[in-house]
């Protein structure tokens, strides 16, 4: 975020659950206690220091419903579980809340479109996501680079293919794009041999599948993509 300040851009970012926040009170540097943030119901929208830096950002923070907190603080507790760790408590402080941290001025960026802004920038890392668990474009074995080559350019074409995989079968905000590219990763063998025109399994298979299970769930009081883009 520093280096994005310093080319004089902007950011939209989750902030890091480790990081400290910090108010600056009678030029004194102050630890934001989250106990304190316990019961509001609306926004806490201010400008902060984060960091051992105490890199000065404007911070948005929104509680969340009891339901999702719950959510968040069993799945940890269940992954830290696996590798015989603890949920700390001040984890779960934070579960009860989003923080989103931005460079954009309140006078022109109100505190509700830049959460709107988060919730598309998030639909990019989705992609990035759905590229790496599935497609595994970050993954290269050891070789020439003219085999490093071939691999880079077969997994930039299963990228486009998946794409355009995702635009036939809805629209972008009403599919899932990771249970896209799960399905095209679970039956590429079937895919690669459409393609090759060895056989018609694959489109066969898709014909026979409920595209409803790859639809995107939508959450209570969360607007969809092409609403957010429209409120815009």
């Not at 579980?81 to 984890?91: E, H, L, N, Q, V």
């Not at 009860?96 to 802004?117: C, D, R």
């Not at 990035?128 to 080559?149: E, N, Q």
């Not at 899932?176 to 489109?203: M, N, Y």
Request: charge should be positive; include cysteine; hydrophobic fraction near 40%.
């Amino acid at each position: 975020m520093n280096n994005i300040n310093k080319v004089k851009a902007f950011f939209i970012n989750k902030l890091c659950p480790k990081t400290t926040i910090y108010l600056l009170k009678d030029d004194q540097y102050q630890k934001l206690e989250l106990s304190k943030l316990q019961g509001i119901t609306g926004v806490f929208d201010q400008q902060v220091y984060i960091g051992a830096d105490k890199m000065p950002v404007r911070i948005i923070i929104e509680p969340v419903s009891e339901e999702l907190k719950a959510r968040r603080i069993a799945n940890t507790e269940k992954y830290n579980k696996k590798k015989g760790s603890t949920t700390s408590k001040g984890f779960k402080e934070r579960a009860g809340f989003n923080f989103i941290v931005t460079n954009l001025v309140s006078e022109k960026y109100s505190a509700e479109l830049i959460q709107k802004l988060y919730h598309l920038r998030w639909q990019i890392e989705l992609v990035f996501k759905a590229w790496k668990s599935f497609l595994k474009i970050h993954t290269f074995p050891k070789g020439s680079s003219d085999r490093i080559t071939s691999i880079l350019y077969s997994k930039l074409i299963w990228a486009v293919l998946s794409w355009k995989i995702c635009m036939a079968i809805g629209k972008i905000g009403q599919i899932s794009v990771l249970k896209v590219h799960r399905l095209i990763a679970s039956t590429k063998e079937e895919l690669r041999a459409q393609l090759l025109g060895i056989c018609s399994k694959w489109l066969a298979l898709l014909e026979k599948l409920n595209l409803k299970h790859l639809s995107k769930e939508h959450r209570k009081h969360r607007l969809k993509i092409e609403e957010i883009v429209i409120s815009i």
